[in-house]
C-alpha cells in the first residue's frame, strides 16, 4: 500500500466493521510509517512509531489460519491509538 494520510486510514479503519484482514491492517499501519514487527506468540503484532518517540508501541492479534480476520476489538484499540497520536502522526509522517 502506498503513503496513506492519516484520515484516509482511519477512515478505512473505522468503516471496516472489523471485516479486515491481517495484511490490511498491518499494510495501513505501515503506510502512516508504523513499524509492525511479529509479537512474542504466534498471531500477534506490535507496532511503533519511529518519529514518536513517547509511544512505546501497542499490539493486535491476527488470530488463526492464513490472513485471518482482525477482531473488531483490536480494530477499535488501533483506532484509539490513532486518535490519541493524530497530532504527532499528522507532524512527521504526512
Known sequence: MAKLDYDAA???????????RCSEVKAILKALGFIVRDGKKGNHKTFSHPSIPDFFGSNYDCGHGKDAQVKKWYIDTIIEVLERLENDIKTHYN
Open 10 to 20: 482511519l477512515g478505512k479503519l473505522r468503516n471496516s466493521a472489523g471485516n479486515l
